[in-house]
């Protein structure tokens, strides 16, 4: 079954670079040249903004999330030893973070406002000039994020990186520092929750 | 292949996970299996769904500019931190800045409503405060608005004011299977039956349960978590309530039996007797010995 992965593979993207300039230029950014980081940070940030604005409940917190993220590669790049791939690694800082927040949002979850909901929710038309239609779609969108955030940290993560990050099982086991028949497990328990909690929406095979 | 490993094989499938003998043993009991192929073509609607409600909340992908402001040549690792600390990400597409931008935006908030959350001195005089704010917000509106329901959805978590879960199962409750989320309420209830440690807040749940349990298929996570607060709630009130409540689920007699039977609690015991009685059903007999030989009280 083909899967509705985004058009850019995200590891394919991360690794575009070749591989003598990547590391040349990993090495640069561990001996301190900031240029280098940039750029570094640059090839890396798309992949980091995605999996920020997939955990995090409202824009805000997805900044906050992909700027922890490369504040974290920053401070910890001179222990990067080349053990792994280099955006591997980066995920797995992100992938740390985004537990950190999931974590924390789960403890505070009576903090969150309505507005921070409403946040996410398109409000430019997106879905159409149908104003139906567009309830329709903003509907679905929240009840989506909803199923979403009530996963367990770990599944959640194993879906976004597998799901809407495109990567691949080895990859996400890597990233999230297990076995790929762990990481499986985590996919398996995560998809067939969403169906659960989707399955109204699912009626007939289509909406 | 059975139908029970084909689920299990389709939510791998959904992402892609077989490999070619389990995918091709999969396509053939779905050639042969019309439940399982629908159950598949449900699945790939559900990945479609996933993939397009994303796609709606994000819009085109972020466009991003970064400000990078690094040192040009190596600093002390007690500098660099809070040089980095302070990298602003500028994104697009609906996105604001970055750390600092939030922070002081919050700054003008007023005392007593930010929470910090950790200080970091090692680059002293120049410190970091990391901190989480609470903006206050309020909304008139009717019980039967989408905005009404999903606070108080949200309220009925509240995990240190059990009066404000009180008032938002009293007002959410009547609306039953009427609300606009009504799954999340059966699960916000379900969830307060079986945690929540205010004995009144379970008895309110159990009540906010009925239009549920009457249903002809009752949720099992549902009958599981009456049982459960039948069996073994601390409170014989709400135990007693969770009987009656689960009574009302159609085929409850043979798990009323199975509970009178298995409990040690001769008051829950009774109270299966008597939502059996109501039934029309028979009282075990060995239920009577059994309470009379303990005098009622076990």
Redesign the interface.
């Known amino acids: 079954?083909?899967?509705?992965f985004?058009a850019a593979d995200a590891e394919a993207a991360a690794a575009a670079m070749p591989g003598d300039e990547h590391r040349a230029l990993i090495a640069a950014a561990q001996?301190?040249?900031?240029?280098a980081?940039?750029r570094l940070?640059?090839a890396h940030?798309?992949l980091v903004?995605?999996l920020s604005?997939?955990l995090a409940s409202c824009?805000?917190d997805?900044?906050?999330l992909?700027?922890?993220t490369?504040?974290r590669v920053?401070?910890a790049l001179p222990r990067f030893r080349f053990e792994c791939a280099f955006s591997t690694w980066v995920y797995r800082i992100a992938t740390n973070v985004g537990l950190d927040y999931l974590r924390r949002q789960r403890a505070?979850?009576?903090?969150?406002?309505?507005?921070a909901?409403e946040d996410?929710?398109?409000a430019?038309g997106?879905?159409g000039t149908n104003p139906e239609r567009q309830a329709l779609?903003?509907e679905?969108?929240r009840?989506?994020?909803?199923a979403l955030s009530r996963l367990p940290a770990r599944q959640r993560l194993a879906f976004e990186l597998?799901?809407?990050q495109g990567l691949r099982?080895a990859t996400i086991a890597e990233v999230l520092e297990t076995s790929e028949e762990v990481a499986?497990n985590a996919?398996?328990r995560a998809?067939?929750k969403?169906?659960a909690?989707?399955?109204?929406?699912?009626?007939g095979?289509?909406? | 292949m059975t139908c029970r490993d084909a689920r299990n094989a389709l939510i791998l499938d959904m992402e892609d996970l077989l490999d070619g003998a389990a995918k091709a043993a999969l396509d053939a009991h779905c050639a042969a299996c019309a439940a399982c192929a629908q159950e598949g073509a449900r699945l790939r609607a559900l990945a479609t769904l996933l993939t397009e409600a994303r796609a709606a909340e994000s819009g085109a992908p972020a466009r991003v500019a970064v400000a990078w402001r690094l040192p040009r040549a190596p600093r002390p690792l007690w500098r660099a931190a809070w040089t980095a600390a302070a990298l602003a990400v500028a994104v697009g597409a609906g996105f604001g800045g970055g750390w600092w931008v939030h922070a002081s935006r919050a700054a003008a908030a007023a005392p007593g409503q930010l929470q910090v959350e950790s200080i970091e001195a090692s680059g002293m005089p120049e410190i970091g405060v990391r901190y989480a704010t609470l903006q206050q917000a309020s909304l008139r509106a009717p019980v039967a608005s989408l905005q009404a329901q999903r606070l108080l959805l949200e309220a009925i978590e509240h995990p240190a004011n059990a009066g404000m879960r009180l008032e938002a199962m009293r007002l959410l409750a009547p609306l039953g299977t009427a609300v606009a989320d009504a799954p999340a309420l059966r699960r916000a209830l379900i969830e307060a039956l079986r945690d929540d440690p205010n004995p009144g807040v379970r008895l309110r749940a159990l009540e906010g349960l009925q239009p549920w349990v009457a249903q002809p298929a009752p949720d099992p996570a549902l009958v599981a978590a009456l049982a459960q607060a039948a069996g073994r709630d601390p409170n014989p009130g709400v135990q007693a309530q969770a009987v009656s409540v689960l009574a009302s689920a159609p085929g409850s007699a043979a798990l009323l039996r199975r509970l009178g039977d298995e409990t040690r609690d001769a008051s829950v015991r009774w109270s299966c007797a008597a939502a059996l009685h109501q039934q029309g059903d028979a009282i075990p007999a060995d239920w009577l010995t059994a309470s009379a030989a303990s005098g009622g009280n076990e």
């Open positions: 079954m083909p899967l509705p985004p001996a301190g040249d900031g240029e980081f940039a940070a640059g940030q798309a903004l995605r604005r997939g824009p805000d997805a900044a906050d992909a700027q922890e490369f504040t920053y401070l505070r979850r009576w903090l969150w406002q309505a507005s909901i996410f929710e398109p430019d997106r879905a779609s903003t679905i969108a009840r989506v994020r909803r597998r799901h809407y099982l499986k996919l398996f998809t067939r969403l169906r909690d989707l399955g109204d929406l699912l009626e095979g289509a909406r």
